[in-house]
């Protein structure tokens, strides 16, 4: 079991916020009625790229996969993955505290030179309860 992420400083990073869960109702008429089906997001995404690294790195990272039997597993993000962030974007981030991230698919490798790779991984987290 993996519990954190490796501490490794991405060189690029996307985030996309949880959504809260909705649904909307359309009549024939066109009237639209949405329902709210909880208070707090879900589905926060992360992508994390790493450009020019070397395969020991590489390996770190498709270890961690492998350990969380493939993303079926939950972990935490270390702080690493946030440097060069202000405090306070990085607490929206990392906020709710209790989220937990799994693997939204395999990390993807693509090798530029040899025993250099770059790496994207996509993740998404959710509340942990």
Same mark, same amino acid.
């Given at each position: 079991?993996? !519990?954190?992420?490796?501490?490794?400083?991405?060189? !690029?990073? @996307?985030?996309?916020?949880?959504?809260?869960?909705?649904?909307?109702?359309?009549?024939?008429? /066109?009237? $639209?009625?949405?329902?709210?089906? /909880?208070?707090?997001? $879900?589905? #926060?995404?992360?992508?994390?790229?790493?450009?020019?690294?070397?395969?020991?790195?590489? %390996? @770190? *990272?498709? !270890?961690? #996969?492998?350990?969380?039997?493939?993303?079926?597993?939950?972990?935490? *993000?270390?702080?690493?993955?946030?440097?060069?962030?202000? $405090?306070?974007?990085?607490?929206?981030?990392?906020?709710?505290? /209790?989220?937990?991230?799994? #693997?939204? !698919?395999?990390?993807? %490798?693509?090798? %530029?030179?040899?025993?250099?790779?770059? %790496?994207?991984?996509? *993740?998404?987290?959710?509340?942990?309860?």
């Amino acid at each position: 079991m993996a !519990d954190q992420f490796p501490n490794l400083k991405p060189s !690029d990073r @996307q985030f996309k916020l949880g959504a809260y869960p909705t649904k909307t109702y359309r009549a024939l008429s /066109g009237a $639209t009625v949405k329902r709210s089906f /909880g208070n707090r997001p $879900t589905g #926060y995404e992360l992508q994390l790229s790493y450009t020019n690294i070397t395969d020991d790195i590489t %390996v @770190q *990272l498709l !270890d961690h #996969y492998n350990n969380t039997s493939g993303g079926f597993e939950r972990f935490t *993000l270390p702080a690493a993955l946030f440097a060069g962030m202000s $405090t306070t974007l990085t607490s929206r981030v990392q906020s709710p505290t /209790g989220i937990k991230w799994e #693997y939204a !698919d395999a990390p993807e %490798v693509k090798s %530029v030179f040899n025993g250099i790779s770059v %790496v994207t991984i996509n *993740l998404i987290g959710e509340q942990d309860t």
